[in-house]
């Protein structure tokens, strides 16, 4: 949500307005530019805080000042209204007396907030790239754990001295001095029957149009992302509820799930009336270069290249706001009683990959993996997982103008579904229902099966296995001594050859471990 290189020195000077920027000296904090966001900058003597904020309906954008000054009640009643702001929102405080700031973030994480504090300067930025130009050295400890396939949501980044400023959590710096302060952890839901008379399918819908309908929204600046799947379908159903008619953007895939993938889309955007557009997987595949020099992030993200396409096509329509799916997977746990009742439930795919991916590694990086982990950021209201899914796309879309709105991951709504009963969260069951009312009972059907990308990348490395070899001659992470080199090469051979999902799982990660290191190191 903003940009921003200070030095701390300068925190003792007032902090000024100047050509859509705050300056104090040569010290510079940007805000994102956005028709969705807006920043207000608040001073007191000897006291200012700056906030990039996003809005909310129906308050319009000049009503909102950029820049005051107030006395020392009501800079802590402005103070006490962003801390509690219900969107998202970024906060830079300073007390200029000791030249000491504090960073803060909002709940939802929309988008990454990276800070980093070294010689008495600190830089914050959204995008990883900001960073990728200094020397960095990578934290194998965080490098083993994500060969091992690991999902980490954590201030501690692959890159020693760069944090992630996670949902809540709060970065303070003093000359010579910074430290990190985690968020109190948010109470375990459990399941509980629902208070009599209420309606799980009436209160899901209620909840999720708050949602759609907390931003100013402008319906011919939106677009809405469609993949053919429950999540992205709940969240058109809602936002063309509000909103009317919009446009809609989407990936098509090849193989068996293509052509249910194109009925559900003409079902879904017929009934919807959404404005619809797609781009073939096929023309736009992802890129497995490993010697690519563009800093891409820190979060794998094989399909970006396909997102891309629809992200321009997007901007020149005009379009600045893109509503997603993401946080759908993580609306509907199953809770470990109950899958214990039904007999412990799949057998893993995901232990399968994670074999894979530790034959890889050398036994100081496995280690490392296997050690108790005491860096994870505390339980959050949003899950940890859509949080990563945040991070990993918002920079892409950021850069093609969008601002990124996930309906899905709201706290409120995902604090509701964790607590519904059994027989709402199996299958989705309220989910399939709130379909059902709006589309018809026979676009996802109880034997729909999920489109996924699974097929892409092990048809993809497949065909690509020799440049890849070729490139793996010289291999990062086997001179940082985490991989075993040959072992890499058997996997990529494996892949070639079985083009089976575990050891793709496996291989797919590292790669893009291996492209990060060489892009940073």
Known sequence: MLKADITLSDLSLSAEWRDGSIALGTSRIIPYAHPMLETALVRTEGQWFVTVRERLAPVPSDKVPACRDVDAEEFQRLYQECILWPLDYVLIEVAQAGCRMRVRTGVLGSVPVYCRAANDKVTISWDFADFANEPLAIDAEIASHRLALSTIYSARQLCVGVTLLTERASFH???????????????????????????????????????????????????????GGMDSATVACAVAAFHGRMASKGILLDGDVRQPQIQRRQWITSRLDLSDETVEIAAFPPNLDLQEHQARGLYWEYYLEACTALWESARVQGHDMLFTGIGGDELFPGYANEKQEEGGGKPGKENEATHYAERLMTPRALSAARSMRCFDAPASPVPATALLAHACRAPDLLRHG???????????????????????????????????????????????????????????????????????????????????????????DTVAATRAQAPTAALASFLWMERCVRQIR
């Open 173 to 227: 710096v003093e000359p010579g001095k910074a430290n990190y302060r985690y968020p109190v952890p948010m109470e375990e839901t459990s399941p509980s029957p629902l208070p009599e008379g209420q309606d799980a399918l009436r209160v899901f819908s209620e909840l999720l149009q708050r949602v759609v309908s907390a931003r100013p929204i402008a319906m011919d600046r939106v677009s809405i992302e469609l993949s």
């Open 402 to 492: 969008l601002w990124p709105v996930n309906p899905l991951s709201d706290p409120g709504l995902v604090a509701f579904c964790h607590r519904l009963p059994r027989d709402s969260r199996q299958g989705r069951e309220v989910m399939r229902q709130y379909l059902h009312a709006r589309l018809g009972s026979e676009v996802f059907p109880r034997s729909y099966i999920k489109e996924t990308f699974a097929r892409v990348l092990p048809d993809l490395i497949s065909r690509q296995a020799a440049t890849i070899a070729s490139q793996l001659r010289d291999c990062a992470l086997a001179d940082l001594g985490l991989v075993d080199q040959r072992a890499a090469l058997a996997l990529l």
